[in-house]
């Protein structure tokens, strides 16, 4: 019998002995022996999950912990947000796969998602379903890149992340990853992202995306430069496994204009920025930019249903029929779901709390500019990352950071990591945090780097 809090009144961070509990054990070892040695997120956040509400989940030992991984940041609208649970259900009575078929649910769904588009965009695109995940769309955007302008390279950019299916992790900067697969997808040229707290190349802040950016634009113009007209340019606005790197504005603006110069599709990614994390609805509005394809998955349908689309302007439709399918692309439950959040997130002024919060974390993380091995806070929205380096050296103090997590897991906060060497502190809550969790969560992270203090 595993002990769950009954009441909202008893969702407070608490945790009774160490991590794992009795009964959280019991599963982590099932696991370990009947699932895939790929499994990642128990390995350093070791609890099995028994239930969750809005910002909080308990573990099968009743422990209580603030979530700001929010299922990294698929759960906008929290854990088990009642409208939309009532959505899906409701939906689910109906029907609950479709395929590519019309229905009422997927055009509602539709409706809603063109609606979020900037006005300048929103009539001149369309909309294809993947497979129900991001890196299915992001398959799907390269072959209709490639398809529309009949070349074959890609570039993308350092540090990048855009999934982990064979195509996706071509275009992921992560090596490591891709080291044991042989014969990955060829023709994906890499490229400095604007990550001033570590110059790419070398520089001081200012000038560095200078010459981060003007490396592309003299390879791109240049016949001797060695890269063939890519069919597509793919940028994160903030890199999230990367680190939570916000690209610098100049940065974002010039590759959008070099590429428009040269008819390359700009690809953005807003597969972990979308649905409002960033406190606009897509992350490339705060950039003044307008994107040939872009990329949405995790966070569509509010609660972890899973979907995926790209929206593509119209001059890129070259498919035949057929193109690109995927079984699972018409979730309908989620479609449900998704239509629902999006009135949720206008009813509610959702982004308007993602942008107040976030100046709350800015405030609150903003005292830990005066510690030595904080190399940088940085974020936007509700998408903040904490970045820990040796002060003698620069070099990323993974060890800290991994330090810290489990000790705010072991006081009731869960919080991930990614960056170099895992060094960077991630913050992802759901979009719906109260000012009073925020609180929370920051008094026992803060605690966490002063307790954990620099590795030895």
């Not at 707290?197 to 010459?211: E, M």
Request: proline share 7%; hydrophobic share 40%; glycine share 10%.
């Amino acid at each position: 019998m595993t002990r769950t809090p009954t009441a909202r009144a008893a969702l407070a961070p608490r945790v009774e002995g160490a991590l794992p509990g009795p009964h959280s054990a019991e599963f982590l070892e099932h696991q370990r022996q009947w699932e895939s040695s790929a499994r990642a997120y128990p390995r350093h956040l070791p609890i099995a999950i028994a239930g969750a509400e809005g910002s909080y989940l308990w573990d099968m030992d009743g422990n209580v912990f603030v979530d700001f991984l929010a299922g990294a940041g698929v759960l906008s609208l929290g854990h088990n947000h009642p409208e939309l649970v009532h959505a899906a259900t409701e939906q689910m009575q109906v029907l609950t796969h479709g395929l590519d078929f019309p229905t009422a649910a997927k055009r509602e769904f539709v409706d809603a998602q063109l609606s979020m588009l900037p006005p300048a965009l929103r009539s001149r695109m369309r909309m294809h379903f993947c497979g129900p995940g991001g890196a299915n769309a992001v398959d799907a955007a390269v072959k209709l890149c490639k398809t529309a302008t009949g070349r074959g390279d890609l570039v993308s950019f350092q540090g990048g992340f855009h999934g982990s299916s064979h195509a996706a992790m071509a275009l992921t900067g992560l090596v490591a990853q891709k080291r044991p697969i042989a014969n990955g997808v060829p023709g994906v040229h890499f490229f400095p992202y604007s990550y001033c707290a570590r110059c790419p190349v070398g520089l001081s802040p200012d000038t560095c995306t200078t010459n981060c950016v003007g490396l592309l634009e003299r390879s791109l113009r240049d016949p001797n430069g060695g890269i063939p007209l890519p069919a597509a340019v793919i940028l994160e606005m903030v890199q999230g496994e990367g680190g939570i790197i916000p690209a610098d504005r100049d940065f974002v603006r010039r590759v959008r204009a070099l590429t428009a110069e040269l008819d390359i599709p700009l690809v953005v990614d807003e597969v972990q920025t979308g649905c409002g994390r960033t406190g606009t609805w897509f992350a490339f509005e705060h950039y003044d930019i307008e994107p040939d394809v872009i990329i949405a998955s995790k966070a569509l349908s509010g609660m972890g249903l899973p979907v995926a689309v790209i929206f593509y302007d119209r001059r890129l439709d070259g498919w035949a029929p057929g193109a690109h399918t995927g079984t699972f692309r018409g979730n309908q439950a989620a479609f449900a779901a998704g239509a629902a959040a999006v009135r949720i997130v206008r009813r509610d002024d959702v982004l308007g709390n993602v942008r107040q919060r976030g100046r709350q974390l800015a405030e609150r993380l903003g005292t830990l500019h005066s510690d030595v091995w904080v190399r940088e806070v940085r974020g936007l929205g509700l998408m903040w990352g904490i970045e820990l380096a040796d002060p003698r050296d620069g070099r990323p103090a993974g060890g800290y950071a991994r330090a810290v997590q489990a000790y705010a897991l072991q006081h009731g906060l869960i919080v991930e990591l990614g960056g170099r060497d895992d060094s960077v502190i991630r913050l992802m809550p759901p979009l719906t945090v109260t000012a009073e969790e925020i609180d929370l969560a920051c008094a026992i992270l803060l605690d966490a780097i002063e307790h954990c203090g620099p590795p030895r």
